[in-house]
């Protein structure tokens, strides 16, 4: 039986994200106009379906990525109930996950991280859980292992995760500049890489020059979005802390970063742990960008794919259920 009271089926939106935008390595991320939906409903035996985006290769048992994400916040729903000597009145009820996937797999946009906050959102408004976005992203950490993704897919814009004195996790969203509205490019290959994969290149250690390098640099992007000063873009998302390294993963990496600042980009950067490469233009360098990226794509061995969106000044949202 599901409860009395509530919803018998919700949909929510969850956006794509950037994270680390260049030098601000497991900390800055941003949300993109590229979303998948997650629809929850209560049904009399539990099932996942899956469309889109890893239709064929996601699994739809319990260790589906979304599918623990509902159960999680399931746990801590009914844990809450029950101390306060509630009943949820869900215990034998089952769920209907339906995930409508847009977000490329394994390529550094964010799918896990949507995956994750696309099954709590929908688990928490369907529950009536009333969890918030701090409490929703402690729940999520455990699943995706850092923030850097989480944060701007549960809030939206672009954010800074950290980790306070006493161990918690916690963030802001950076204050944007209403003069700064570039396009954003996002180009990928038919190359799925495991973020796992792609943090085994890492060294346990860097330099510290490079260390130095990169706070100049966080701090020159911050100014940049937070001033309305582009221009400081291009230097701001040099970065020499995660890219280098990945150059083993990425041999073409470094060549497309330079040919994005010589087509007019304000800055380029690897998305997350890539492949995927995020490209910020002027409005009066599009034309001349886009065309570059396309004909760099077409001279690759592997097919690429090339998206314009935007930056997503919200994050996970309930939408109208048809």
Request: with cysteine; aromatic share 6%.
């Amino acid at each position: 039986m599901r409860p009395d009271r509530g919803a018998s089926k919700v949909r929510v939106r969850v956006p794509a994200t950037t994270a680390n935008l260049g030098p601000g390595f497991d900390c800055l991320g941003a949300a993109l106009e590229i979303y998948n939906e997650v629809e929850l409903a209560w049904a009399e035996k539990d099932e996942i379906v899956i469309e889109g985006e890893g239709a064929a290769s996601l699994p739809r048992d319990t260790s589906n990525l979304a599918w623990r994400a509902v159960a999680a916040v399931r746990r801590a729903v009914e844990s809450r109930h029950s101390k306060a000597g509630e009943s949820t009145h869900a215990g034998g009820s089952g769920f209907r996950l339906t995930l409508l996937n847009r977000i490329p797999l394994a390529r550094g946009l964010g799918s896990s991280a949507a995956a994750i906050v696309g099954g709590m959102t929908a688990a928490n408004l369907l529950l009536g859980g009333g969890l918030g976005v701090r409490e929703l992203l402690q729940l999520a950490l455990p699943m995706e292992g850092h923030p850097d993704n989480l944060v701007p897919c549960l809030t939206g814009g672009m954010t800074v995760a950290y980790a306070t004195g006493d161990g918690e996790i916690s963030y802001q969203r950076l204050g944007i500049f209403s003069r700064i509205d570039p396009a954003w490019y996002v180009l990928y290959p038919e190359l799925e890489v495991s973020t796992w994969e792609a943090r085994g290149a890492l060294p346990d250690s860097v330099p510290l020059a490079d260390a130095v390098h990169n706070l100049a640099r966080v701090a020159l992007l911050v100014t940049a979005f937070g001033e309305g000063r582009p221009e400081l873009l291009v230097e701001a998302t040099r970065d020499r802390v995660h890219q280098p390294y990945r150059r083993s993963l990425y041999p073409w990496l470094e060549d497309l970063l330079a040919a994005c600042r010589s087509w007019g980009a304000y800055g380029a950067a690897l998305s997350g742990a890539g492949p995927a490469v995020v490209v910020w233009a002027p409005p009066g360098a599009e034309n001349n960008l886009h065309f570059g990226l396309e004909r760099w794509a077409q001279n690759q061995r592997v097919p690429w794919h090339l998206l314009r969106t935007t930056l997503a000044m919200t994050g996970a949202t309930e939408v109208p259920v048809e």
